[in-house]
């Protein structure tokens, strides 16, 4: 077992030591106890320097190396001490310091003296032990001492003052004496003396015999000092007695000042793009010490490369050295004027130099195309071609754009710009619009981007153009079930949805009743000419005669050949009791027979004639009119808007919004208030029967409406707009005269000038029990050398997030 070394005396620790064999267990007890070690140090300056006669405080130090308690005797001698010795109590291994006072009184400078301090253990004497120690420090008197200095190092150009004890220990008999100040050493010079008298052509300070006083010496250090360790030694002699001669060192570090200079010795001229500058600069260094610096050269453009030669460089205060730059100019470098700064980095100071580099021009021009390079559309249909142009030069330049062939002549071509001047690198987006063409197609052309600075710089994309078919999206089979709803009971509407033409991958269908939105569903993957599609929706039945309306894409999402086969509208009426029972099937005998008759009057000369709504004409209309034909505000197409509100353009689908007054607005601006709608009127009295042709029971009322065919809805939709003078296309269906399809017919429609309408028949057939479906009227398609507009349509109602929740307990 052994003991730390800095275990203390009589410390006993306890010991367990355990042995085991098989089941048998042999335990040891032991106390340990620690033995007393002894030790004594005594720690002094080998030599101090002491003032005459002064009296002076020198300390020593006195250490218990041992590791108990321990008493110490110790004795202090000497010429210039008083002689005493004391027992001192110590710690285990404890310090301490102690002091004695010492005055060489008149001693002449330079007199030495010896001080004796022994230590001696009186703990170790009692265990017959003997354990000393013993040390010494030379005395040495002066008649001029450092008592205070400045801390830390002394900038260039700054001052610092150093406080120093003085006294003349020659008596000559009188109470003053002369002391000649001498500064000595390499930076005397920064020494001043405060109080210097001259007295025979020497410097002399007038003091006290015996008696110290206190000398200011202050020290100038210059601004071009080096850096480093400096020392200025002051000597005193006494002037009655020469060999009295005391000096002192005035030691002090000059911080060291940085400085870096860069001088511009040769450059370059001009550079191209690729190639290589070359430039020879000169460092100095301005400060007063030696330095090291780094080079690194800001404003390079990426991928340029720079390197110095030397990499780096150490200067002495006041040396220079010559340092050489490359620059690796990039190939896509950008003509014109390059501002670079070269910066020497030290450690603690920089510098920098300016240089600029001249890349000579180049030529460049890049088309890219954004789209697809082949588009397709119907007739009629404008298509967008966007493109990017890059000036792939590496200065600015004018770009020409030019579009030519079949597709650019034939399809009215027109360039969202032709001429623009671009900056080095920099891209500019635009589009070729295209009116598709009557025919079958396809149709090629090109498109070009030229340098005006050098034409022979062009780049060209060839375009294609192909005709496709549009599909037609309507509805049919508008139902209620059940048919003849009462008050409270849960209805279900059902419609089903048709595509004609071509497949539709999706679209919206909404219902409304009464105008306000009950209900909706969009609807995916549409077959053309499949009827497998069917929209439902529920809703609570409440008293009175209602309007259910079905109305698909009410957003204007899809492209349709014919979007006045949008909506399908029913009519019926929930009994709210049987005691109203007679009067609801006299008014809908009434109302029966007052439709038969209006329809036969209407149907007299075949003109199709704007359906007006029961109630009085309020005094101040709107002053515009709608449908409207519009400027699309995103690509100029021509827009055909049935109402006011939000549109969205066929061509390039962006949104915007007609107010009231025919202002065109974004979709998301503030909405202007619609005017006021007439307030309906009663149902006109059955005073009188109405007149007709022939005599016709009235029809029994129904409440599901007929399939109207799409085209028989068009020209339903074309009345509305104020289109009934303008001739009916040919119906959806192959009549038994013209058997060829519905896209045969449209296609001799668009290339042929408008049919006359046919004179009707001089005698008009009886009324039916049930109205007959009028005959169906397609809109006419616009022209094929003018932008396609949209088809004739039904003003919308508003998308179900447009409404809030449903009123008059409708589902």
């Not at 550079?271 to 030696?290: H, I, K, Q, Y």
Request: net charge negative.
């Amino acid at each position: 077992i052994t003991a730390p070394d800095d275990a203390e005396a009589v410390e006993t620790a306890h010991a367990v030591i355990e042995a085991t064999s098989g089941s048998r267990l042999a335990r040891f007890h032991a106390n340990i106890t620690v033995n007393q070690d002894f030790g004594v140090a005594v720690a002094m300056p080998p030599e101090a320097k002491l003032l005459g006669n002064v009296s002076t405080t020198l300390r020593f130090t006195v250490t218990n190396n041992g590791n108990g308690a321990d008493s110490l005797e110790i004795t202090v001698g000497g010429a210039w001490v008083s002689g005493s010795t004391e027992a001192l109590s110590f710690a285990p291994f404890e310090s301490r310091e102690l002091t004695v006072i010492a005055n060489p009184g008149m001693e002449a400078p330079g007199t030495l003296a010896q001080l004796t301090v022994d230590a001696r253990s009186l703990t170790a004497d009692e265990a017959g032990l003997d354990v000393t120690a013993s040390n010494s420090s030379a005395l040495v008197a002066t008649g001029l001492q450092l008592l205070a200095a400045p801390e830390g190092p002394v900038a260039p150009g700054e001052t610092v003052q150093f406080l120093l004890g003085a006294v003349a220990l020659y008596d000559p008999g009188s109470a003053t004496t002369r002391l000649v100040v001498e500064a000595q050493g390499d930076d005397a010079g920064w020494a001043t003396v405060a109080g210097i008298e001259d007295f025979e052509g020497r410097d002399t300070l007038i003091v006290k015999v015996g008696v110290p006083e206190i000398v200011t010496v202050n020290v100038t250090v210059p601004a071009d000092a080096s850096a480093g360790a400096h020392a200025i030694t002051l000597r005193v002699e006494d002037n009655e007695e020469p060999a009295h001669v005391s000096t002192v060192a005035l030691e002090f570090e000059v911080s060291q000042s940085h400085g870096l200079e860069l001088l511009l010795v040769s450059g370059p001229a001009t550079v191209a793009p690729g190639g290589e500058a070359n430039w020879l600069v000169d460092l100095r260094n301005s400060g007063n010490g030696n330095d090291s610096a780094s080079f690194t050269l800001e404003g390079l453009p990426a991928g340029w490369n720079a390197s110095f030669t030397p990499d780096n460089a150490t200067l002495g205060a006041g040396a220079s050295a010559a340092i050489g730059l490359r620059v690796s100019v990039g190939s896509d470098a950008t003509a014109g004027n390059h501002g670079l700064t070269l910066v020497a980095q030290g450690a603690g100071a920089n510098t920098s130099l300016p240089l600029e580099l001249n890349v000579s021009s180049t030529r460049g021009v890049s088309l890219v195309m954004t789209d697809s390079a082949s588009q397709s559309g119907r007739a009629g249909q404008t298509v967008f071609y966007r493109y990017t142009v890059t000036n792939s030069g590496n200065a600015a330049d004018t770009i020409e754009l030019d579009a030519s062939g079949l597709l650019a002549t034939q399809g009215s071509a027109v360039l969202d710009w032709t001429v623009a001047t671009l900056g080095a690198g920099v891209e500019k987006p635009g589009y070729l619009r295209i009116t598709v063409p009557d025919g079958s197609g396809p149709w090629s052309g090109t498109i070009s981007a030229r340098s005006s600075s050098d034409p022979a710089v062009v780049d060209t994309v060839a375009l294609t153009l192909a005709s496709e078919s549009v599909s037609d999206a309507y509805l049919e089979e508008l139902r209620i079930s059940p048919s003849s709803p009462e008050e409270g009971d849960r209805v279900t509407a059902s419609v089903t949805v048709l595509a004609g033409g071509a497949d539709l991958e999706s679209v919206y269908v909404g219902f409304y009743l009464d105008g306000t939105f009950i209900g909706g569903e969009r609807v995916n993957q549409i077959a053309a000419g499949w009827r497998d599609k069917v929209v439902t929706v529920s809703f609570d039945a409440t008293g009175g005669s209602h309007r259910l309306e079905a109305v698909i894409d009410p957003d204007n999402e899809v492209a349709e050949s014919d979007e006045s086969n949008n909506e399908l509208e029913l009519g019926f009426t929930v009994d709210s009791g049987s005691g109203r029972l007679p009067f609801y099937l006299l008014f809908v005998a009434l109302a029966a027979v007052g439709g038969a008759v209006y329809y036969r009057y209407r149907n007299r000369d075949r003109k199709p004639a704007l359906p007006q709504r029961p109630g009085p004409k309020l005094a101040d209309e709107p002053s515009v009119k709608f449908p409207l034909v519009l400027n699309c505000q995103q690509c100029g197409s021509r827009v055909r808007v049935p109402r006011p509100g939000a549109f969205r353009c066929p061509a390039c689908k962006h949104v915007a919004r007609v107010e009231p007054d025919g202002a065109i607005v974004d979709h998301d601006a503030p909405r202007a208030e619609a005017p006021a709608g007439p307030p309906p009127e009663e149902p006109p009295a059955p005073a009188a029967a109405p007149q007709v042709d022939a005599a016709a029971e009235a029809p029994a009322p129904e409440t599901a409406a007929p399939a109207a065919p799409p085209n028989e809805r068009s020209a339903r939709m074309a009345a509305f707009f104020g289109d009934a003078s303008s001739p009916s296309p040919p119906p959806r269906a192959p009549s038994a005269a013209d058997p060829r399809s519905r896209d045969e017919r449209l296609a001799e429609l668009r290339a042929a000038p408008p049919a006359e309408p046919e004179p009707e028949a001089a005698a008009e057939p009886a009324v039916p029990a049930a109205p007959e479906p009028e005959p169906p009227v397609e809109a006419e398609a616009a022209p094929a050398a003018e932008e396609a507009e949209p088809e004739p349509k039904k003003p919308k109602k508003k998308g179900p997030r447009d409404f809030g929740p449903s009123i008059g307990g409708l589902g």
